[in-house]
């Protein structure tokens, strides 16, 4: 088990970046798989990004590829979403989540069900 905590977020302008970090506590989480998701009002929680344990493998959704990078620094049990050319519909809850993934099928790693560790979001709003 890790606890996480984000931070980063907040009120930005149409075209702005963002740095979001998930700090976590204990010794696992080096082992775990990190994920990013998001979730606007009314809507579900929706995956955004995940990077697998040792950083080597790494996924986007569509609609965040080429704008957002996920990244992660073990030595520091942090991971990181960094958020460039951010739009409207960019805004939501961001929440990272982070778990023994037991692969790296698209299946696996955007399904939250698949997550055990999750913090309590942060705010990200993008105005137009």
């Known amino acids: 088990q890790v606890q996480l905590a984000e931070s980063g977020g907040g009120l930005v302008q149409a075209g702005d970046s963002l740095r979001l970090s998930c700090a976590a506590s204990g010794d696992t989480f080096r082992t775990y798989g990190v994920g990013w998701f998001r979730q606007a009002p009314g809507t579900e929680r929706r995956w955004v990004a995940t990077i697998s344990w040792s950083g080597g493998n790494i996924m986007y959704d569509n609609s965040v590829k080429g704008r957002f990078t996920i990244s992660r620094d073990n030595a520091r049990n942090t991971a990181y979403l960094q958020m460039n050319s951010l739009k409207p519909e960019d805004t939501a809850v961001y929440y990272c989540?982070?778990?023994?993934?037991?692969?790296?099928?698209?299946?696996?790693?955007?399904?939250?069900?698949?997550?055990?560790?999750w913090g309590q979001g942060t705010q990200v709003t993008v105005s137009s």
């Open positions: 989540a982070a778990d023994r993934l037991p692969d790296f099928t698209i299946e696996t790693i955007t399904n939250r069900f698949q997550y055990h560790n």
